[in-house]
Each structure stands twice: as C-alpha cells, then as structure tokens.
C-alpha cells in the first residue's frame, strides 16, 4: 500500500490570509478555502446540510402562510390581499419543498430552488406590508405595525437556514424592511407623531433582526467549516496512522515467521504481565538449515565500490528470496556475502533435506 500524501491545507477570509500553521480555534469566518479541491470537497460536505436547511426554511414559511391563509378565510368574507397572497405562497412553497426533497439533488438544482425561495419570500413579505386600499373599497385601512412579525421571521428564517450567501441575505433584509418602511409612510393614514414614533420603532426592530441574524449566520458558518476541518483532520490521521500500522506490519514480516510477527503484535497490545520481556522461541525437530557463501567475494569487493557491491548484493539476494520461496524455504539471515535460510519451517516437510540441497543447486545456477 502506497503512502497517501496529503496537502497542508490554509484557510482565509477574502483579503485576509491567515498565516501557516494557525490552529483551528484561531480561524475566523472564511469564505472560502485557498485549497480548490478542499473548498470543492467542503462543498459536496456540506450539499446535504444545505439541502436540510433548506426545507427547514421551507417547513415554516408553509406553516406561516397556511396558518395566515386560514386565519384571514375564518375572519371575514371581505376581499384583502392577503385572502389571495397566503393561499397562493403557500402551494408555491409546498411546491418548492417537494421538488428540494430529493434524494440526489445537484448543487446548481439547489441553488435555483433557494433563489426561488427567496424571491417568493420576498413577494410575500411585500404584500404583508400594511397597503391601503380603503379607498377602492377592497378592505379597511391597516395599522403602522401590521405585518412587522411576519417581515421579521421571513427575514431571519432568511439569514439562518437559507443557504444564501450573506450579501445577499443582507440585501434582502434590508430591502425587505426599507419596502415596509416606505409603505407603511406613504399608505398608512395616522397622526403624524404617532407615525413617526411607529416608523422608528419599526426600524429598531428591522434592525436588531438584520443583525442578529448575521451574526447567527456568521457562527453557523464558522461552526460548520470547523467541523469540516476537524472530521478532514482526523481521517488525514487515521489513514495516516493505518498506513504506518502496514508498514512496520510488512517490516515485521520480512525479519520474523508469520505466525512468531502475529503472536508478538497480539502480546504488544495486551498490558505488560511481567518485568521481562518474553522470549519468543520453538523448538522445531526435522529441518534443514543451508549455509551458502560467495566464492571470491573478497576480491570482488577490492574490485567495486561500494555502492556498485550493495547494488550487486541487492540483486542478488533479492533473486536468492525468489529462489527460496520455489523451494519451500525460509530465509533466516544475511550477513556480508552469507545467506542462511531453513527448510520444513513452519510448516513441517518431510523432504526438508532435499528442499536445501535443490535450494543450493539453484542459487549455483543463479551466480555462474
């Protein structure tokens, strides 16, 4: 198994880098990743947060219109706005949160569907603004406060769940509470004192909701990054930590018996029982041990340098544990030019003995 290399990975907020190496509890609200890949990965991560945010949006603007909708048929049989606005937002967002509520949903497909949210909640919020139109004969003048706390729910249901980015979030609050604003001057008919002292109530509210609702959106979004961050973290280490397992697993192998590597991999995860270490060691009757050492190595190594004879070795050696493998030996040790390895471990053989002496004839044929 290969080595997963990972990138070191920063974070930033649009012109404001942050330095290399800060830790995670330092990172302030990004917009996004210096890494493409990772903000692309963080996308894919956080579609499905998105897409249940979203019809948590959805859930409660049906709610509120349905609940208004039935509100405004059981108060009266005259005709208002609102009679023919809440029925009609209310099958437009029944509408929307059964397209959002599917199981394989695209990030252009959600985007369009919370574009849609926010313009019909928008459209909603402007009708629920208190017009007059007692003059056409349609319904009775409206009081200045009329629609504030549904303006305001709209507006935070805006910044906290809709996953919008959060200029827009604010162009839409603010837009929401000017269009209020203004409707309420110039349609409402009142004194002008108790109008003004409305007017600046109002936006008193309007405000606190713009900016309570940034600052959720500004905790959620950081929160949510975070938390990317930490889960990417600690599978970065997992990996890393399971491929460093593997490694010195396959170096164990290669010095040890298989089943002596796996007996002491079982005793190094069990508590220490005794001060001492315990010595591995079995008695096996019946084996035949090859001795092979290279003629003229001496003067072969005078001839070479040292990097052409461990090269030479290398080889070598390497071809003498292909060679070992086709005859059913084990090769114990190298030392210098001398191969040592074993017939009829660990698996008895009775033709151990013949194992070696095909072993020695092969590795012949291999030098010459």
């Known amino acids: 198994m290969e080595e997963i290399p990972f990138r070191k990975v920063r974070t930033r907020r649009r012109n404001c880098p942050c330095a290399p190496g800060s830790p995670l509890d330092t ?128 507006t935070f249901v805006a910044y906290s769940l809709l996953p919008v980015r959060t200029l827009l979030a604010i162009l839409f609050g603010l837009i929401v509470a000017v269009c209020h604003i203004i409707v309420t001057a110039t349609s409402v008919s009142s004194s002008n004192q108790r109008l003004w002292r409305t007017l ?51 170096l164990l192998m290669s010095l040890l018996p298989r089943n002596v590597a796996m007996e002491m991999k079982e005793d190094f995860l069990k508590p220490p029982e005794r001060i001492f270490h315990k010595i591995y060691i079995q008695r096996h009757d019946n084996v035949s041990i090859l001795f092979a050492d290279i003629v003229g190595f001496t003067s072969l190594a005078s001839q070479c340098t040292a990097q052409e004879l461990v090269k030479l070795l290398n080889e070598l050696f390497g071809k003498f544990d292909e060679l070992a493998t086709e005859n059913h030996c084990r090769r114990i040790k190298i030392l210098g030019d001398c191969y040592y390895c074993v017939s009829g471990l660990t698996q008895p053989k009775t033709d151990h003995a013949h194992c070696c002496v095909e072993m020695g004839l092969d590795m012949i044929d291999t030098i010459t």
Not at 121 to 134: A, R, W, Y
Request: proline share 3%.
């Open 200 to 250: 600046v109530a109002n936006a008193v509210l309007f405000a606190s909701v713009n900016v309570s609702g940034v600052f959720v959106r500004i905790l959620t979004e950081r929160a949510q990054r975070k938390a990317f961050l930490q889960a990417r973290n600690c599978i970065e280490e997992r990996l890393r930590l399971e491929d460093e397992n593997e490694k010195q697993e396959r």
């Open 27 to 154: 990172i302030s609200c990004e917009d996004e990743f210096d890494c493409k890949e990772l903000e692309s990965l963080f996308q894919n991560y956080n579609l499905k947060l998105e897409q249940t945010a979203t019809l948590k949006a959805l859930a409660i603007l049906i709610i509120m219109t349905a609940t208004l909708a039935i509100v405004e048929l059981l108060s009266g049989p005259r005709l208002t706005i609102s009679k023919g606005s809440h029925p009609v937002h209310c099958i437009i967002f029944v509408s929307l949160f059964i397209v959002t509520n599917v199981k394989y949903l695209q990030v252009t497909q959600l985007q369009q569907i919370v574009k849609l949210s926010l313009l019909f909640s928008f459209t909603f919020s402007f009708l629920c603004c208190p017009f007059s139109l007692g003059a056409y004969g349609w319904e009775t003048p409206t009081s200045p406060e009329s629609g504030m706390w549904q303006l305001m729910l709209v």
